[in-house]
């Protein structure tokens, strides 16, 4: 093994500033490698992903598929009353996994040998950080302090909610308003509606999910509708009053509507606010995010950023492979950067929608000719449950290298399925290879590798 850097001079090696996924990796991973570490964290040990993001996210989406679940199961010779749910249980379940994941957490660091400071950590001066008025030296400091909830300045903007506080809500509104098209409005407008919430999600822009697969897209609008999301575009919130026990909310068109509750989800910011940064050189881009090179190093040379903070892909196994990229650097001398092609990732929307590569309009914009193959198709449950949901397949394939180059679901465990596809994407596998391949029958995933002739 070899060790570069290691220093007496200073208290640590390594101080790491956020205990996400990105920061406890890296952390971890240069604590093995030889390196003295210490985190600071002044909130929940996890992150974004761990207490109000990814898994509390996930627990929720699970839950609101019950609801859809136990009317599909008329079909099959089941019958039961759907009763509202028990919204304290679901909820304070789902706290203590939360609980017990930051436990976890902490196990790790201390198993790994890294120091756990439990305060605010701001910059003193480039190898010099204040955690709650006690200072520590190191060679090398880490920004691993992801991003918040952004809520627009807007009156009454005290009367919304972000992602932050839905997970901990006392009741369950009888309606509510999502405001934002991205991945998170996008979610829970599926979530809080398969609770039995009725919903209306608005989007200042025509669609949601700007950057994704337009078909795809489209796909899910009529899917979410059907299923009693009311979908409200090229619209946006200029006002929030509270009116008794609800909210009247102005629309830009002149309008305005009651709702119980308004929840925000129109993007985030990194959190940068108090980290003392002008006490350094780091500097940032013009979206305001930490601007670094390709190695995770910003214009302060001591000082590293990964993660949400640094603006590239806000994704959790994104921040993960930043996180060990940077220790195996660092530490352990390998110089191999981290590839950011064929990124997999999934909305759990509902339906589920998750892709990996181009969309096809990207795909038209790279490529001199491509391939588009689609499966639009009732899936064999709901020929007995009844349920109209379709479930689309989409596979884009770069016709002078018969490659690959997309793959989209929007369906039932789309996630799942598009992660098996991931890996043979990123290998290079060819529409021969995936001609070739025999299917599971009868599952969705088969529709992939049976899909002969090209729609466009």
């Known amino acids: 093994m070899t060790q570069q850097g290691f220093d007496t001079e200073y208290d640590y090696d390594l101080f790491v500033i956020g205990a996400g996924s990105g920061g406890v990796r890296a952390a971890r991973m240069s604590a093995g490698f030889g390196a003295k570490v210490a985190i600071a964290e002044s909130r929940y040990l996890g992150g974004t992903c761990v207490n109000v993001g990814c898994v509390p996210k996930k627990l929720f989406s699970y839950a609101a598929h019950y609801r859809e679940d136990f009317n599909d199961a008329k079909g099959f010779g089941w019958s039961s009353a759907v009763e509202p749910i028990d919204w304290p249980t679901l909820r304070d379940n789902k706290t203590r996994e939360i609980e017990r994941l930051n436990g976890i957490y902490g196990n790790l660091l201390s198993n790994a040998g890294v120091e ?196 590239g892909m806000e994704l959790t196994p994104v921040a993960l492979a930043e996180g060990m990229n940077l220790a195996k650097r660092l530490y352990k001398g390998e110089s191999k950067l981290v590839d950011y092609n064929f990124i997999p990732t999934a909305i759990f929307s509902q339906p589920n929608l998750a892709t990996v590569g181009y969309s096809e309009e990207e795909a038209r914009d790279k490529f001199t000719d491509i391939a588009v193959f689609t499966s639009r198709f009732t899936h064999l449950k709901h020929t007995l449950s009844g349920n109209k949901t379709k479930t689309l397949l989409k596979l884009i394939v770069d016709k002078a290298s018969d490659k690959v180059v997309g793959a989209h679901m929007l369906g039932d465990e789309a996630g799942e399925i598009i992660q098996g596809l991931a890996v043979a994407i990123k290998a290079g596998a060819t529409k021969a290879d995936f001609d070739s391949t025999i299917g599971i029958h009868p599952t969705v995933a088969e529709e992939f590798v049976t899909m002969r002739e090209a729609s466009r």
Do not use: C
Request: glycine content about 12%; overall charge negative.
């Open 116 to 311: 756990l400071l439990n305060g605010h950590a701001s910059f003193v001066d480039a190898h010099t950080l204040s955690v709650d008025g006690k200072k520590y030296t190191a060679k090398r400091i880490l920004i691993a302090v992801g991003g918040w909830p952004f809520i627009p300045d807007i009156p009454g903007r005290e009367f919304a909610i972000s992602s932050n506080e839905v997970f901990y809500l006392d009741t369950l509104p009888k309606h509510a308003v999502v405001v934002g098209g991205g991945y998170i409005a996008t979610e829970f407008a599926g979530i809080l509606h398969g609770l039995g919430v009725e919903v209306d999600q608005i989007y200042r822009r025509d669609l949601f999910l700007r950057g994704f697969d337009m078909e795809m897209r489209e796909q899910l609008a009529e899917e979410m509708r059907n299923k009693g999301v009311k979908l409200r575009f090229n619209e946006n919130v200029t006002a929030i009053e509270k009116e008794g026990d609800r909210y009247r909310l102005s629309l830009e068109n002149g309008e305005s509507m009651l709702t119980d509750q308004v929840l925000y989800a129109t993007g985030r910011k990194p959190l940068l606010e108090g980290l003392g940064l002008e006490n350094t050189g780091v500097r940032l881009n013009d979206k305001g995010y930490i601007a670094v090179d390709e190695t995770f190093q910003t214009s302060e040379p001591s000082v590293y950023a990964v993660g949400d903070v640094t603006g």
